[in-house]
């Protein structure tokens, strides 16, 4: 199994910054992407941003310019920096993983249990 453990959220003014960490522990042969997902009230959920092993990520075009995803393999964690954040940016950051418990197994997806970000105006 593997655990996200996210931290960082929090309440920050518009035009503020946040810098959301999770990290993944338990028993794993391998992690393939790593990303963060947000969900508002009343709306579904939406891929904000992802890092694939190799480094290459991708951004909603919302975030782009403002967010930044980074990943650390020798600390399974990955990082999410936010700057110029708005009101709309206000949600339920969920950290998850593509990973594999052992060789030759599919692999599946992770979630963490999220961090709220509020953003006031």
């Known amino acids: 199994q593997v655990q996200l453990v996210e931290s960082g959220g929090g309440l920050v003014q518009a035009g503020g910054s946040l810098r959301l960490s999770c990290a993944a522990s338990?028993?794993?042969?391998?992690?393939?992407?790593m990303g963060w997902y947000r969900q508002a009230p009343g709306k579904e959920r939406e891929l904000v941003a992802l890092?694939?092993?190799?480094?290459?990520?991708t951004r909603a075009d919302s975030v782009k310019g403002r967010f930044t995803i980074s990943r650390d393999n020798a600390k399974n964690t990955v990082y999410l920096e936010m700057n110029s954040l708005k009101p709309e940016d206000t949600a339920v950051y969920l950290c998850?993983?593509?990973?594999?418990?052992?060789?030759?197994?599919?692999?599946?997806?992770?979630w963490g249990q999220g961090t709220q970000v509020t953003v006031s105006s």
């Open positions: 998850n993983a593509n990973a594999k418990t052992r060789p030759f197994v599919p692999s599946r997806t992770y």
């Open positions: 890092v694939n092993n190799d480094g290459t990520t």
């Open positions: 338990g028993s794993f042969f391998s992690i393939n992407a």
